[in-house]
T-cell receptor, first 112, second 112 residues
Framework: GEDVEQSLFLSVREGDSSVINCTYT??????LYWYKQEPGAGLQLLTY?????DMKQDQRLTVLLNKKDKHLSLRIADTQTGDSAIYFC????????????FGKGTRLSVIA | NAGVTQTPKFQVLKTGQSMTLQCAQD?????MSWYRQDPGMGLRLIHY???????DQGEVPNGYNVSRSTTEDFPLRLLSAAPSQTSVYFC???????????FGPGTRLTVL
C-alpha cells in the first residue's frame, strides 16, 4: 500500500458528514475505488469513479477526484453508526499488470 | 452465485506446520489474488493469477506457494508456518486485472 496514502483514523458524530481522503500515485489510473470493510468481514466495493470524471454521487456518498493533485475523497452525508468501518482507497496498478493497489485504510468511528 | 468462498474461517497452527488455505469462486473470473491484512499495514498482495496455469508474485510472497490448476480454485500453501504469518488472509477475484475485485470473507490464521 505504499503507493496510496490515507489517514488511519477518523471520528465523527452521528448525523455529521464524514470526509475520507486519499492520495494516489499513478496519474494514468483508469478507475479509483472505495471499499468498505465491516468488522470481521471481507472488503466490499462501495463505489468507484472513472478517471475522466471529477465527481460521482450515489445517495449519501459523494466521490471527488482531483487528478492534478492525485487526490481522491469520499464524503458520507448524515453519517450513521452503521457506517463505522474501515474504508480503503484503491487505484489501478502503476505498472498496469498487477491487481489493485490499496491504501492502508481509514478507520471511521461514528459517535452516537 | 456463492461469489468468493474461503475455508477455513479460523486456523491455529504451530510453528513449522504446513497447511493450505482454500479459495474458490463461481463467477468465471480469470484473475484471482491473495492478500494478507495486518494492523496498520493495510492489504498486501502475496500472489496473484491471471488465468489457469499462470501465477505471479506480489509484494510479500516469501513463505507462500500458490497454484492455479482450474479457473475456479486458487489455494494458498504455507509450507512451514512462522509466527510472522499470523494474519488475516483474503482471497479476491475479478474479471479484469485492474477492475473491481470481489473479496472472500477471510481466513484468520494464528501461528504459535
Amino acid at each position: 500500500g505504499e503507493d496510496v496514502e490515507q489517514s488511519l483514523f477518523l471520528s465523527v458524530r452521528e448525523g455529521d458528514s464524514s470526509v475520507i481522503n486519499c492520495t494516489y500515485t499513478d496519474s494514468s489510473s483508469t478507475y479509483l475505488y472505495w471499499y468498505k470493510q465491516e468488522p470481521g468481514a471481507g472488503l466490499q466495493l462501495l463505489t468507484y469513479i472513472f478517471s475522466n470524471m471529477d465527481m460521482k454521487q450515489d445517495q449519501r456518498l459523494t466521490v471527488l477526484l482531483n487528478k492534478k493533485d492525485k487526490h481522491l475523497s469520499l464524503r458520507i452525508a448524515d453519517t450513521q453508526t452503521g457506517d463505522s468501518a474501515i474504508y480503503f482507497c484503491a487505484e489501478t496498478s502503476p505498472r498496469g499488470n498487477t491487481p489493485l493497489v490499496f491504501g492502508k485504510g481509514t478507520r471511521l468511528s461514528v459517535i452516537a | 452465485n456463492a461469489g468468493v468462498t474461503q475455508t477455513p474461517k479460523f486456523q491455529v497452527l504451530k510453528t513449522g506446520q504446513s497447511m493450505t488455505l482454500q479459495c474458490a469462486q463461481d463467477m468465471n473470473h480469470e484473475y484471482m489474488s491473495w492478500y494478507r491484512q495486518d494492523p496498520g499495514m493495510g492489504l498486501r498482495l502475496i500472489h496473484y493469477s491471471v488465468g489457469a496455469g499462470i501465477t505471479d508474485q506480489g509484494e510479500v510472497p516469501n513463505g507462500y506457494n500458490v497454484s492455479r490448476s482450474t479457473t475456479e480454485d486458487f489455494p494458498l500453501r504455507l509450507l512451514s508456518a512462522a509466527p510472522s504469518q499470523t494474519s488475516v488472509y483474503f482471497c479476491a477475484s475479478s474479471y479484469g486485472l485492474n477492475r473491481e475485485q470481489f473479496f472472500g470473507p477471510g481466513t484468520r490464521l494464528t501461528v504459535l
